[in-house]
């Protein structure tokens, strides 16, 4: 078909067919679905045959983002019809005026149907223009044509796939339509080019020949920003977003209040808001978190061993409350209690009844590998978490960590009375516990140890606590060998080194050290500062100025114990042999623990005579099983990666605590908790606030953050569905596109 001036006038046109000629042969022969195969020809497949209809592929020398772009033909042998598809849209026949009905499949028609398929030119949409804002209408593709030559393109998303018959720029009408609009729109939404773009970072090298390239990102960054007339137009670097992300999350208001000041054209809070909440915090193992961590890793290079480590989970209060979350035209009351399907089931059989209970504290897990990488992986309301629970959630997720490539080896811990009845699951009794260094097999994976253990900076402030307790007037009265360990010989000793010594021997001791309160109680190194070397090598000379009086031997025989306890966990050099100092240290120091208590066990006297001369019978098995089962943990590490070291300052739950800092801290208020719907909002600022690895005893200083879940992650954009208001909670029953989920499902939607 061609096109022509009519006769009738010069503005007049017309078509003039040409090639047109009579169909002279006689016999056709009919084509039916068992012989359809013989007259394939061979630029065409037979891609599918379902029932009576056949759909064929006819190859095309055009390529779609690399793929080879195939015309499909679908013949339907009971109804007598066929259709045409390109790129799985149908085309609509009836508009390039063919007919689609025949009434036998003949040679004749099946030949007219194929040159008919063929003859269509596909619409591969116009060139693309180096615009900063592209609608979301407009689809760009990477077209490559017959001559081989790759260029990038756009179309309309509701391009008719084909350009008709007459078209000569090989788009449909839609796609010219709707995209020479946007290709002629304000030329203030278009990129520099590539000189522009030189000239430009050519000028800042001259202005700023120091600068480096993120001053320079930031300056771009301002330009374009001040070269749009709507503030919906900018487009921000990835980097310059990370950064604001980094800053809004520790701080919103401080943020705001750099926002607008207006030396900074900075992204919103609302637009930084959609990349901290791409992924949500939904209660339980999480796919979309641990694919989150998958890729921090990655971008991170953490190497193969440091894909190695424990879980540290441990609990915090939270307040009682019950929140309706509305995402799209879903609805979900979130702070229930849901310890998922078992737990709920278990609480069932037990209590005899079933019935909702809000959540009072937070079951929160962290993975920790060696070389320092950390992520939350899970959390879940509980109403205070029973041991089988824990055993329930934590082999759950030991799986789930396995199947990303996250491997554990052991389960760090609180001395709490539930963790411990946790680790006895795993034994038949103390005795056959500490024979096997307190590991046992992991369920998940047979092959595998997974070592229980207990954290350190608990265990030290439980024997500060003790000692604290311990004295005339207190409720114990602790004793080793002959002699008592009681604080008023800190006290005694401090005042002797404040009031003797002008430069003093401990200068770190303050009052918070002797007489501390019960929120002081629970600062690591107030506890960690009265029971090193400094406080040993204070007691030794206080002895000395006794004149080497023995009442104060076996304090200074405790504090050379854990001092040595303290110098190993806080020291932040690898151990990368079983032949290393450090760990006969250890075995040495649980070797004078055990004696203690067997000791004391040997005494005479009453059982709770025997219960007070001793810091306890829980705090000395929690040593015990700190000291055992991280010398069982370095000699896996150590046969399973040689020449790859732990660090002895990272075997510890700073990284959950200092995780409860922040969600109270940074977000709701120092002596305010939380309730589990602000709690489950805070947890993703509280991943991009933060290092994702540790660095021991500082673990938020000079190493990367992760990135949003968006720049991670490639998700697909889908629009959510309006919800009707909502005026009264009362209207809920009546509403039908209202559904209330159980806390047990996950209701997981993509932003």
């Not at 795993?426 to 024979?435: G, I, L, S, V």
């Not at 608990?458 to 008592?484: E, M, P, Q, W, Y």
């Not at 504090?559 to 079983?578: A, G, M, Y």
């Amino acid at each position: 078909i061609e096109v022509v001036r009519c006769r009738k006038g010069k503005s007049h046109m017309g078509r003039k067919y040409v090639g047109i000629c009579f169909d002279t042969t006689i016999f056709h022969e009919v084509i039916t679905l068992s012989n359809l195969c013989t007259f394939v020809e061979p630029d065409t497949v037979i891609l599918e045959t379902t029932g009576n209809v056949v759909r064929l592929g006819i190859l095309t020398k055009t390529k779609c983002n690399g793929n080879i772009v195939i015309k499909e033909v679908m013949i339907d042998f009971n109804k007598n019809q066929w259709a045409h598809k390109v790129l799985g849209k149908e085309i609509d026949l009836k508009e390039l005026e063919v007919d689609n009905s025949f009434p036998i499949l003949t040679t004749k028609e099946y030949s007219v149907i194929l040159k008919c398929v063929r003859s269509v030119d596909i619409c591969i949409g116009l060139e693309c223009p180096s615009a900063k804002f592209i609608p979301r209408y407009i689809v760009q593709e990477q077209i490559t044509r017959q001559d081989g030559e790759t260029e990038r393109r756009i179309r309309c998303s509701t391009c008719k796939g084909v350009a008709g018959w007459l078209s000569e720029n090989y788009a449909c009408v839609r796609c010219r339509k709707s995209l020479n609009v946007f290709k002629n729109c304000d030329n203030n939404i278009i990129d520099l080019n590539l000189k522009d773009d030189q000239d430009l970072s050519r000028i800042l090298d001259a202005i700023f020949p120091k600068a480096p390239p993120q001053m320079k990102a930031m300056l771009e960054a301002q330009y374009n920003a001040l070269s749009v007339q709507d503030p919906r137009q900018r487009r921000w670097d990835s980097d310059m977003i990370k950064c604001c992300l980094n800053l809004w999350t520790r701080s919103p208001q401080s943020y705001k209040d750099l926002k607008d000041s207006n030396i900074l054209i900075l992204p919103s809070g609302r637009q930084l808001q959609r990349y901290k909440n791409a992924t949500p915090q939904d209660t339980g193992i999480n796919s979309e978190i641990l694919h989150w961590m998958s890729k921090t890793a990655d971008r991170q290079k953490v190497p193969k061993f440091g894909r190695y480590g424990g879980l540290i989970h441990d609990e915090t209060r939270i307040q009682q409350d019950l929140v309706m979350n509305t995402k799209g035209n879903k609805n979900e009351l979130v702070g229930w209690i849901d310890t998922g399907d078992e737990g709920q089931d278990i609480r069932i059989l037990k209590e005899g009844t079933v019935q909702q209970t809000l959540a009072t504290e937070v079951f929160q897990v962290y993975f920790l590998g060696y070389t320092g990488f950390r992520f939350p992986v899970a959390h879940y309301p509980t109403g205070g978490i029973t041991a089988a629970e824990i055993y329930i959630l934590l082999y759950d997720i030991i799986s789930a960590l396995q199947s990303w490539g996250f491997f554990v080896d052991y389960v760090l811990q609180d001395g709490g009375q539930q963790n411990r009845e946790f680790i006895k699951m795993h034994f038949k009794n103390e005795e056959d516990a500490e024979k096997k260094n307190f590991c046992s097999v992991n369920i998940v994976n047979p092959e595998q140890k997974l070592a229980h253990s207990q954290d350190y900076s608990h265990n030290i402030k439980k024997l500060r606590n003790a000692v604290l307790s311990s004295g005339v007037n207190g409720t114990r009265a602790i004793k080793k060998g002959d002699h008592f360990i009681m604080w008023q010989q800190w006290l005694d000793a401090a005042k002797w080194d404040d009031d003797t010594n002008s430069r003093k021997l401990h200068y770190k001791i303050t009052p918070s050290h002797l007489h501390p309160d019960s929120a002081e109680k629970m600062r690591n190194h107030l506890a960690e500062e009265m029971l090193d070397s400094d406080m040993l090598n204070l007691m030794q000379q206080y002895k000395q100025h006794l004149q080497n009086r023995p009442e104060l031997n076996s304090a200074i025989e405790f504090l050379e114990n854990t001092s040595k306890l303290i110098t190993i966990f806080k020291d932040k050099r690898p151990i990368f042999s079983v032949k290393d100092t450090r760990v006969a240290t250890l075995l040495q120091v649980r070797e004078w623990f055990q004696t203690w208590k067997s000791d004391n066990q040997a005494l005479g006297g009453s059982k709770k005579e025997k219960e007070k001369s001793l810091p306890s019978q829980k705090c000395l098995n929690d040593i015990d099983c700190l000291i055992g089962s991280f010398v069982e943990v370095v000699k896996v590490h150590v046969n399973r990666f040689p020449g790859e070291g732990i660090y002895p300052s990272r075997f510890n739950s700073d990284v959950i605590e200092n995780n409860f800092c922040q969600v109270r801290g940074l977000h709701n208020g120092n002596m305010t908790n939380p309730n589990y719907q602000n709690y489950k909002t805070t947890m993703n600022s509280v991943i991009l606030g933060q290092t994702s690895i540790s660095r021991g005893r500082k673990s938020n200083a000079g190493q990367q953050s992760a990135n949003p879940y968006p720049m991670e992650v490639k998700i697909p954009n889908t629009i959510l569905k309006k919800r009707k208001p909502l005026t009264d909670v009362t209207n809920l029953a009546n509403d039908n596109n209202v559904q209330f989920l159980p806390p047990s499902k996950k209701n997981c939607i993509w932003w």
